[in-house]
């Protein structure tokens, strides 16, 4: 009984990167992209959420591999191996991943805020003082706590999901009629990749395994970390393409949902007003706050890897002062774009996750190689389990750029 409250108490310390870049994961963008698969074409997007579950796994298992046995973050070993400039292009496509993403999670909750009758513009501006703040002042542990706390208000949409009474026969037939054939399904399919595969992750996943301080001795933990956090965000993906599909897409199938607020509103019938705008809300407003901290610290991780500059919630801004600027300069540069009028986030979210899929191959490719060279012998990728992942990605890979070229 000690043993197991041990290994217990043991796993409880190392949890939490796998978990919080998973829960960051299910952003306000992919929520919108899920929500819009469900509203489009009712069940029929819901397979691939799932055969993304063991993709996502084997993906983001190797940011902590990385990063536990080198020390190093991806920004860092790509420098070291491969050279500063392939270094500069492979964060380059996480400043561009990352921007747009950001974009999205601001919009999300500013456009909540005006529900309630706060300017939109007051709200992005509120949310990047308070996020500031709790990563000037927190250690590494008090930012992964507050981002779990945050991003666990996802769950909502799952006890949704369970509400909007799904019919059992419709989602079996999802599994079974699935058109192929059709450019705009394939469209979404891969925006539904890039929503769930996203550059952002595994810079930040391998820069907080590192940051933590976790260890060879830590990546058997860490592996199971990764694996519940990939189940969990799939599950609320699933729920979020659920809700609308057994509501705006059983009583008018097709409705494009145009914003958050429309979402929001159009779900509410089904669900109950009061309650249904609460939960929504809670939900979205989450989703956007963890992944803000999660993209922005992506975004100064992967930056001070590459100039080396200090680059650790470890120090105070006194000791890395360009980490802390580049953190602050992406909450503030989203807060900015975010002031001009009339952005169409649905557009913007789906056009997100497609670059985001478009991207995979650079940040993927990358991911591999390090996973072949920059590991002693016993953690390197050889053999079969190599020729497997290798072909996972290639996959991944062909069928996102695929899908959105045809």
Excluded at 181 to 201: D, E, F, H, K, S
Aim: glycine share 10%; net charge positive; hydrophobic share 55%.
């Amino acid at each position: 009984m000690t043993e197991k409250r041990g290994k217990l108490l043991r796993f409880l310390a190392i949890m939490g990167p796998g978990i919080v870049v998973m829960l960051a994961d299910t952003d306000v963008g992919s929520i919108i992209t899920a929500a819009q698969s469900g509203a489009v074409w009712g069940y029929k997007l819901l397979p691939i959420q799932f055969i993304l579950i063991p993709i996502l796994y084997v993906i983001q298992e190797l940011t902590v591999r990385l990063g536990a046995v080198t020390g190093k973050g991806h920004g860092e070993l790509i420098k070291e191996r491969f050279g500063k400039p392939w270094a500069w292009i492979a964060t380059s496509t996480l400043i561009i991943a990352s921007t747009g993403a950001l974009i999205t999670e601001m919009a999300g909750i500013g456009m909540i805020g005006t529900l309630v009758g706060i300017p939109e513009v007051l709200t992005v501006w509120g949310i990047v003082i308070v996020l500031s703040i709790i990563v000037l002042t927190g250690s590494y542990r008090s930012v992964e706590r507050i981002a779990i706390i945050l991003g666990s208000a996802e769950l909502i949409f799952v006890v949704i999901a369970i509400w909007a009474h799904p019919n059992i026969g419709s989602i079996a037939a999802g599994f079974t009629k699935i058109p192929l054939g059709n450019r705009n399904y394939l469209y979404l399919t891969a925006a539904n990749i890039g929503a769930v595969i996203m550059p952002w992750m595994i810079f930040y996943q391998q820069s907080a395994v590192v940051d933590k301080g976790l260890k060879s001795k830590d990546i058997k933990m860490s592996r199971w970390d990764t694996l519940i956090g990939a189940i969990v965000t799939q599950i609320i993906m699933s729920a979020v393409l659920v809700v609308t599909a057994a509501t705006v897409g059983k009583t008018n199938p097709g409705q494009p949902l145009q914003n958050v607020q429309q979402i929001i509103m159009t779900l509410t019938p089904f669900i109950g007003r009061g309650a249904g705008e609460i939960l929504l809300s809670a939900g979205i407003i989450g989703a956007g706050l963890v992944a803000a901290i999660v993209v922005s610290l992506a975004v100064a991780w992967g930056l001070g890897e590459v100039t080396g500059y200090n680059h650790s919630l470890a120090y105070n801004p006194k000791k890395a002062p360009f980490f802390y600027i580049t953190y602050i300069s992406m909450l503030a540069f989203a807060g900015i774009l975010l002031s001009i009028p009339n952005i169409n986030l649905i557009g913007l979210s789906v056009g997100v996750q497609v670059m985001n899929a478009l991207l995979l191959p650079i940040v993927l490719g990358f991911l591999y190689m390090l996973a072949l060279k920059a590991l002693p012998k016993s953690y390197r990728l050889k053999g079969k389990k190599a020729f497997l992942v290798g072909g996972v990605i290639t996959i991944t890979c062909l069928f996102s750029v695929v899908a959105i070229l045809i």
